[in-house]
């Protein structure tokens, strides 16, 4: 009981401290013009529809009416969305029952840390679809099931016309929302994916077919201008089609890209594939479909959509953190709720097998896994970011980068 409650003493610190220095640079950051931190929520329906729009448009009409800065409206709102993200993020993780591979994987770098490590990405979109994701599991946990599936096919479509990249995890939200379902085969566990994905693949069908031509992309920046704001980053990239976004990204690619991401996706995912390889399943689950396959394998049938976007996106930074927080969410609700659980005798073998068992040693390890790199948000960029980890950066990559 006093671990668990020391637990929960550190881990609402550190959820703290993250959120004092996000706020903070998030203050900072809103009236920087060299970011997409800002653009990408400027978006709008001023041209006509566009993909990502929609809370742009919500923002600028109410800079209109209120008089008030957009950017200021997109500061108050990152704001909120973060903050809300790290509050139910910090309600779902603390009860857990947490020993050192379930830390390791809590602490990764691609998980909260790395808003604040590569400022790029914090306040950006994905935050709204992590909270979306938390209350959903909220829905089930207060066991609301019936609401839930409710809940998400009337807000997974929303969500898809603020980002709709989201739509290639829907794969995790499945697992969510079907694992207390009674399901026998296969078949039947198709019938209801589809079912509550519907119109979510009806918007994305939509937003896909829509033509956004540059004639309306001028018209949005010429809106823009009228309230002081100018088009830039984000703001265009509204007219580049899937085609262009394949082309840049095989034009420009090169081995060590795919490999620096390859050993950084490794070592970030290893605690928690760690977890996975030893998870057992338990009766709880009435999906028989669920029940019978793999865990590993279920987690990779999950993943596979996301192979396309990372060929089509050039955010591969951002894409490793999104990946990292709906597996891990998935992979804890499944083991918070008793549908499975995790066998620690091997891994407790392994890690005394690689001579982990000294505490100092644990310690060392862990803060080598959790605190001396980050990716760039650009699949380019280095791994390293943090200023004062370069030391021991330079110290891992002479072993592992060269």
Not at 221 to 226: E, P
Not at 354 to 381: H, P
Request: hydrophobic share 50%.
């Amino acid at each position: 009981m006093t671990q668990k409650i020391n637990f929960k003493n550190k881990f609402s610190y550190y959820i703290g401290l993250l959120l004092f220095i996000g706020l903070v640079h998030l203050y900072f950051k809103h009236n920087g013009q060299m970011d997409s931190t800002i653009s990408e929520w400027l978006i709008n329906y001023q041209g006509g529809f566009s993909r990502r729009g929609l809370l742009g448009e919500i923002f600028f009409q109410l800079s209109l009416f209120f008089e008030i800065k957009i950017r200021f409206i997109i500061f108050l709102f990152q704001a909120a969305i973060y903050g809300t993200f790290l509050i139910l993020s910090y309600n779902f993780f603390k009860d857990l029952k947490h020993n050192y591979i379930t830390l390791l994987a809590l602490f990764s770098p691609l998980l909260f840390i790395y808003h604040v490590a590569e400022l790029e990405v914090l306040g950006r979109k994905e935050v709204l679809a992590f909270v979306h994701c938390l209350i959903l599991i909220n829905f089930l946990s207060f066991d609301l099931k019936k609401y839930a599936k409710y809940f998400f096919m009337m807000t997974y479509p929303i969500l898809i016309l603020v980002w709709e990249p989201i739509i290639f995890f829907s794969g995790f939200y499945l697992v969510i929302l079907l694992a207390h379902e009674k399901i026998d085969n296969f078949y039947e566990l198709f019938k209801k994916s589809l079912f509550l994905l519907t119109p979510a693949i009806l918007v994305a069908l939509f937003i896909i077919t829509n033509d956004y031509t540059t004639a309306k992309q001028v018209k949005m920046c010429l809106a823009l201008q009228s309230i002081g704001e100018r088009c830039y980053m984000s703001l265009g990239f509204v007219t580049t089609s899937i085609k262009e976004n394949y082309s840049i990204l095989f034009n420009q690619i090169k081995i060590v890209h795919i490999f620096r991401y390859i050993v950084g996706l490794s070592i970030g995912f290893y605690p928690l594939f760690l977890i996975m390889k030893n998870i057992k399943k338990e009766k709880k689950i009435k999906n028989k479909v669920l029940y019978k396959i793999n865990f590993v394998n279920l987690f990779f049938a999950v993943s596979s959509p996301i192979i396309v976007l990372y060929a089509m996106g050039l955010d591969w930074g951002r894409w490793s953190n999104i990946y990292y927080f709906y597996s891990i969410a998935m992979v804890f609700y499944l083991i918070k709720y008793n549908y499975v659980s995790i066998n620690y005798f091997p891994i407790k073998a392994f890690l005394e097998k690689i001579s982990l068992r000294k505490n100092y040693l644990l310690i060392f390890y862990f803060i080598i896994l959790a605190g001396t790199w980050n990716f760039k948000t650009l699949f380019k960029g280095d791994i390293a970011s943090l200023p004062m980890y370069r030391v021991p950066y330079k110290f891992i990559k002479m072993f592992l980068l060269n």
